[in-house]
Each structure stands twice: as C-alpha cells, then as structure tokens.
C-alpha cells in the first residue's frame, strides 16, 4: 500500500510559479516511477511529467521549459515546479506512483488568473 498526499496548489496571477509537493508513505521500495497529473474542467485528466527510478524525466509538449519534475529521496517526496504559469494551467494536479500497482493522491487545485 502506498499513500500519497499532494500540497502547494492554490490562486497564482499568469506568469507566476508555485511548487506542488507529493510525499509519499507506505512501501515505497514498490514504486518504479511517479507522476504528475492534471484535470481541467470538462477536461479527460492527462499526464504532465514523471519522473524514474533512475531519475529520468518526461514532459507534456504544453508545459516543456516552464515546469519541472524532481524529487528528493530523503524526504520521500517529489516535486513539480511551475514557472511561467498560464491560464489554462487551471487544474487539480494529481500525483501518481506506479510500480506493483497505481497509486493516486487527492488532488491540488491550481488556479491561474489572467
């Protein structure tokens, strides 16, 4: 079983940052890689980032160059750091770990002004 809490969302004026947090809990040693997510209104949830086991990443061709996935294994908790942030960035960011099984967090909301 893992357990995953995400935090750091909240209202950010366009062109902001803000650094969502996942920490994760439980069997960790079962997790091959994590992910970000997101879910605009009246928009099917798609992938954002991840990141490995080995510490490769992969980025979503709408956020290359502004946003950033990391982690730090000390604190059993990955990141996403949004930069230059837009409007239709407007989402519940959810984090996932994958390995033995899929594992969601409850969701962060983010919301950009214009």
């Known amino acids: 079983q893992v357990q995953l809490v995400e935090s750091g969302g909240g209202l950010v004026q366009a062109g902001g940052s803000l650094r969502l947090s996942c920490s994760v809990f439980?069997?960790?040693?079962?997790?091959?890689?994590m992910a970000w997510y997101r879910q605009g209104p009246g928009i099917q949830r798609e992938l954002v980032a991840f990141?490995?086991?080995?510490?490769?990443?992969n980025y979503a061709d709408s956020i290359k160059g502004r946003f950033t996935i990391s982690r730090d294994n000390a604190k059993n908790t990955v990141y996403l750091q949004m930069n230059s942030l837009k409007p239709e960035d407007t989402a519940v960011y959810y984090c996932?770990?994958?390995?033995?099984?899929?594992?969601w967090g409850q969701g962060t909301q983010v919301t950009v002004s214009s």
């Open positions: 439980g069997r960790i040693f079962s997790i091959n890689f």
């Open positions: 990141i490995t086991i080995a510490g490769s990443t």
């Open positions: 996932k770990s994958e390995g033995r099984a899929a594992y």
